[in-house]
């Protein structure tokens, strides 16, 4: 009798934890973005906007300490239609009656040391020529790793050395820029975020078989309300998925939104980034010594944005 009494109060623990905390795939989530986040932090990373091949420019978002004795991850973020380069960081939007810009999210996850430290590119998307934005990300990626403190080198041969500390990712068009990112150059990189659109998804798997190399971690994420990419996105995950060695999707409970992308990127970094211990420290500085580059190379064309 009382084992059986046991049982029987274990089980309602169970289904009123089932009830009260319900996974991801079964109820779309509101959001999971600290309030905090959407407001200044008390310690600002910089953004920098680079000149490169040219005419091109590049922002990158250091977080505030950043040191050139020590290595950073690597996120770089493709915006949506209509918006730039600026849309991830500095462009001021409006979230769940916060008024805020995109760094505040970096920057409160630097401060609370989240994960391992991180920096963010962002660029401006060529939606009809995704052959040539490939190539911009490419680019993009070695002109930062000869000027900042990161895994890889400025080579390729070192970018695909160094895949597993590069994500990449992006929302609307810049997820289907993702997806074609994948599609033919997916030796750069290892980790990916998909918000809210999808590319060619079926030619992935051919991509990774000819490249010989595999999907580290994907993220997902949707909003149920998202008439046009709802469907889409989540086919790609589910066709994708079994060609990452994690993955991870969410649903919320908005459309076509930044309701959807900055909670997303803040769960998609915690997910894919190692989360922060106190023997990081000690690995990281060990890495950096075994670097042959002794320091990034001084960037001699940028203009640096002073945020308020």
């Not at 490939?134 to 990626?141: G, K, M, P």
């Not at 900042?148 to 695909?160: D, F, Q, R």
């Not at 309300?225 to 994690?246: C, P, Q, R």
């Amino acid at each position: 009798m009382i084992r059986k009494r046991i049982c029987l109060v274990l089980a309602g623990i169970f289904l009123l934890c089932a009830t009260v905390f319900p996974s991801a795939a079964d109820e779309p989530i509101e959001s999971t973005l600290p309030e905090r986040y959407m407001t200044e932090c008390p310690e600002q990373g910089t953004v920098t906007t680079h000149r490169y091949k040219g005419r091109e420019e590049i922002n990158v978002w250091t977080p505030y300490g950043y040191s050139e004795h020590r290595l950073y991850e690597i996120v770089l973020l493709m915006h949506g239609g209509g918006g730039s380069m600026y849309s991830w960081l500095t462009k001021e939007r409006e979230l769940f009656d916060c008024i805020f810009e995109g760094r505040d999210v970096f920057d409160w996850m630097a401060y609370e040391k989240v994960t391992v430290p991180f920096i963010v590119i962002t660029l401006n998307n060529k939606p009809d020529y995704p052959e040539i934005m490939v190539r911009d990300i490419r680019d993009a990626l070695l002109f930062v790793a000869a000027r900042y403190s990161v895994y890889p080198k400025a080579t390729t041969e070192s970018l695909i050395e160094n895949r597993d500390h590069i994500t990449i990712g992006g929302l609307s068009r810049g997820s289907i820029l993702t997806h074609w990112f994948l599609s033919i150059t997916p030796e750069y990189a290892a980790n990916y975020i998909c918000m809210s659109a999808a590319g060619p998804y079926k030619d992935i798997p051919a991509a990774l078989e000819k490249k010989q190399v595999h999907i580290k971690k994907l993220f997902a994420a949707a909003g149920v309300a998202d008439e046009g990419y709802y469907s889409m996105t989540k086919t790609s995950y589910e066709f994708l998925k079994d060609y990452a060695d994690e993955s991870l999707y969410l649903e919320y409970i908005y459309g076509h939104s930044w309701h959807v992308w900055f909670p997303g990127v803040y769960e998609a970094l915690k997910f894919i980034l190692p989360e922060y211990s106190t023997d990081y420290e000690i690995r990281c500085l060990m890495l950096y010594r075994l670097k042959s580059k002794a320091a990034p190379l001084p960037c001699l064309l940028n203009r640096r944005i002073r945020i308020r």
